[in-house]
Antibody, heavy 127, light 109 residues
Framework: QVQLQESGPGLVKPSQTLSLTCTVS??????????WSWIRQHPGKGLEWIGY???????YYNPSLKSRVTISVDTSKNQFSLKLSSVTAADTAVYYC???????????????????WGQGTLVTVSS | QSVLTQPPSASGTPGQRVTISCSGS????????VNWYQQLPGTAPKLLIY???QRPSGVPDRFSGSKSGTSASLAISGLQSEDEADYYC??????????FGGGTKLTVL
């Protein structure tokens, strides 16, 4: 059973960089086949996809956040991380890490799904 | 404002069948598959339906999904009190982004 666990500061000051780590257990990031993703949920709101990283280090980010986001991977620790720079109060959210699958199904339609999620961690941006 | 549009709320009584809609466009639902997630209060989302109508192992067959054109629907039959949760649709958009619906809060009366 794959498990993911987010960790990092729960409070970040405006203009600083938010840093979170996701530790994966029950499966190896290095085995490939999955895209390790970050998703956030603003308080009382819906979900927003942030981006993903593959074990090889290739990344893809939400175009609206791309200029501020960096996702990295440490396969030796079976972890991947999120950095979000120049944060404001609008970045206050619960941040989830998740295992993603991105593929074309048998009918040729593109499918993106997240089948394992961490429990989420609330990050508040405030001075 | 989410590009995938869901009704903010839905309700039903135990045993009833309820449906939740998700409306998109040709660049997302119209050309890619739809997934549905269930988020129980205070917990992380859980994959409920993928590829429009497929259920992951362990998801009861009371839950079903469908897609037609640029819209999709989640149906829950034999509604139970433990189905009270937020439900989100999601799809890849050809603008190279994953989109989620705004969520529908299901209340079991």
């Amino acid at each position: 059973q794959v498990q993911l666990q987010e960790s990092g500061p729960g409070l970040v000051k405006p203009s600083q960089t938010l840093s979170l780590t996701c530790t994966v257990s029950g499966g190896s990031i290095s085995s490939g086949g999955y895209y390790w993703s970050w998703i956030r949920q603003h308080p009382g709101k819906g979900l927003e996809w942030i981006g993903y990283i593959y074990y090889s280090g290739s990344t893809y980010y939400n175009p609206s956040l791309k200029s501020r986001v960096t996702i990295s991977v440490d396969t030796s620790k079976n972890q991947f991380s999120l950095k979000l720079s120049s944060v404001t109060a609008a970045d206050t959210a619960v941040y989830y890490c998740a295992r993603g699958s991105y593929y074309y199904d048998s009918s040729g339609y593109y499918t993106v799904l997240f089948d394992y999620w961490g429990q989420g961690t609330l990050v508040t941006v405030s001075s | 404002q989410s590009v995938l549009t869901q009704p903010p709320s839905a309700s039903g009584t135990p045993g009833q069948r309820v449906t939740i809609s998700c409306s998109g466009s040709s660049s997302n639902i119209g050309s890619n598959t739809v997934n549905w997630y269930q988020q129980l209060p205070g917990t992380a989302p859980k994959l409920l339906i993928y590829s429009n109508n497929q259920r992951p192992s362990g998801v009861p067959d009371r839950f079903s999904g469908s897609k037609s054109g640029t819209s999709a629907s989640l149906a829950i039959s034999g509604l139970q009190s433990e189905d009270e949760a937020d439900y989100y649709c999601a799809a890849w958009d050809d603008s190279l982004n994953v989109l989620f619906g705004g969520g529908t809060k299901l209340t079991v009366l």
